[in-house]
C-alpha cells in the first residue's frame, strides 16, 4: 500500500525549527515598523533643520526693531547664540 509519502519528512525537530524561523522572520519585519516609525522626522521633506540659533537671532532682531533692547544688548546676547554652537 503506498500513500505518497516518502520517508519520515522532518519530524518534530522539523516543526520547531519552523516555528522558530516564523518568530525570526515576524520579529524582523515587527523591528524594521518600529524602528521606521520611530526615526525623526525632517520637516521639508529630508532637508536638514537649520541650527537652533536662526530663530533665536530672528527673534533678537525682532525685538530690536521693536525698541526692546538696544544695540549693545542685541550685539551681546548675539555673541552668547554663537559661541553655544
Do not use: C, K, S
Amino acid at each position: 500500500m503506498m500513500n505518497g509519502w516518502y520517508g519520515h519528512g522532518w519530524g518534530t525537530g522539523g516543526w520547531i525549527v519552523m516555528a522558530l524561523l516564523m518568530l525570526v522572520f515576524w520579529g524582523g519585519v515587527v523591528t524594521v515598523v518600529v524602528l521606521l516609525l520611530r526615526r525623526p522626522h525632517h520637516p521639508g521633506h529630508g532637508f536638514p533643520e537649520r541650527p537652533a540659533h536662526d530663530g533665536a537671532e530672528r527673534i533678537l532682531n525682532e525685538r530690536f526693531a521693536r525698541g526692546e533692547i538696544d544695540e549693545q544688548e542685541l550685539t551681546a546676547r548675539r555673541a552668547a547664540l554663537r559661541r553655544r554652537e
